[in-house]
């Protein structure tokens, strides 16, 4: 069997990584994967990761297993930071997962278990591996215009008159905040109107929320999840831990699922246990433990939200200084979309060609679909990214 395997299309983003890895250019700039990386280029632990560890490795007395959807302790901190007190916790069924890609393979294993003929609706563009997953499921697929190529910001109309076609019992897979790849982001208006075909088709919305506290901060990154939350009967949401706290190797996520009542939550609890043996039994404990301390102890939770607040700052100041950068060398005000865009990343509207020359020329590295890691910039990397930017024709 292992002679007659066929190889398996590389996911884009780690191949770029490998080839970043293996370019011998000392000027090299990674703005690829999306991992946070200080001035200097390094993804530090966070300060309250380190202290949070130090003290569980004094104090923790076995690594005996814990309950099979992780620690419950873990389950109500994490609906805290992400709803809020908005939602009742009698309606809400957890799991730890292994990151956010893993709560996104259980949500969907779930939708895939529940209703084989549903359809997953994803933005077109959308985390390649959402669609990878979504084939190796064998699930129905559709796609919902969501980035508007000519202004860079959201195709709204497209938007709209696209999920007015989502039928009762379809999924909508929507980005909670800080969209991957383009940056673009709906307003409130646009949750707004969102919500309302959702729930005038009968649709399930899943919440992919991989990077609170990376746009306009933890609790405004959470405002739609929760709005949708609040309006809808049932959603899904998958979050993860390895950006806002830095443990990406950890593999740190949850899969929540919100009910419209008591029974329903109980079903929806032991369905996730289920998936979990399933697919990997218990679920890492070790990065799901320093996030509960972080979030339950009164002074690591402000060192982390200090800390996360100062990595937001400085992705938005490098935002603010390429755009500015690329206005006084391009003489206008076509790349003013970076300032306007959150998270890590921001799509720049450019052709493969344009982003192979960025990589072959210039030794810069980004994702084919030219979606550009803010992170992966520092105060020198800034002016020489915009000249290159000109240079290739963007
Ligand atoms: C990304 O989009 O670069 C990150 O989510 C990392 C990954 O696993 O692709």
Not at 34 to 51: C, E, L, Q
Request: net charge negative; aromatic share 6%; proline share 5%.
């Amino acid at each position: 069997m292992l002679t007659t395997l066929k190889p398996q299309a590389e996911d884009k983003i780690l191949k770029l990584m490998g080839m970043y890895r293996a370019d011998p250019r000392d000027n090299k700039i990674d703005l690829g994967v999306g991992v946070y990386k200080d001035a200097s280029g390094n993804t530090p632990v966070m300060r309250a990761i380190k202290a949070a560890e130090k003290r569980l490795w004094e104090t923790e007395t076995t690594k005996t297993y814990t309950s099979l959807a992780g620690d419950p302790g873990f389950h109500s901190a994490m609906s805290s930071l992400i709803l809020g007190g908005d939602v009742p916790t009698d309606r809400i069924a957890a799991a730890a997962t292994p990151g956010g890609t893993g709560a996104i393979r259980q949500a969907l294993e779930l939708v895939k278990m529940e209703a084989p003929g549903a359809t997953v609706w994803v933005s077109d563009p959308t985390w390649p591996n959402h669609l990878s997953i979504l084939k190796h499921l064998g699930i129905k697929t559709r796609s919902y215009r969501y980035f508007d190529n000519e202004t860079r910001g959201l195709d709204r109309e497209g938007m709209l008159a696209d999920l007015a076609e989502v039928q009762k019992g379809d999924v909508v897979l929507l980005h909670g905040c800080c969209h991957n790849p383009t940056g673009a982001n709906p307003n409130m208006s646009d949750w707004q109107d969102i919500a309302a075909l959702l729930e005038k088709a009968g649709a399930l919305p899943l919440i992919d929320l991989a990077y609170q506290g990376f746009g306009d901060g933890l609790e405004e990154d959470a405002a739609a999840t929760r709005f949708i939350a609040g309006r809808l009967p049932e959603t899904l949401i998958a979050a993860s831990c390895s950006k806002n706290f830095g443990i990406y190797r950890e593999r740190t996520g949850i899969l929540l699922g919100l009910t419209p009542d008591t029974k329903s939550r109980d079903l929806a609890q032991g369905t996730l246990a289920y998936l979990n043996r399933q697919n990997y039994s218990f679920p890492p404990d070790h990065g799901a433990r320093l996030v509960t301390m972080i979030l339950t102890d009164e002074g690591l939770r402000a060192d982390w939200m200090a800390e996360l607040e100062e990595v937001r700052r400085s992705m938005l100041a490098l935002r603010e200084k390429l755009a500015g950068e690329l206005r006084s060398r391009a003489g206008s005000d076509r790349f003013a979309f970076i300032a306007e865009h959150r998270g890590m990343f921001s799509r720049l509207g450019a052709t493969p060609e344009q982003v192979d020359a960025l990589r072959e020329k210039h030794a810069i590295y980004m994702v084919g679909d030219s979606r550009l890691n803010i992170a992966g910039l520092n105060d020198r990397t800034v002016p020489i990214l915009a000249e290159a930017i000109l240079d290739v024709g963007i």
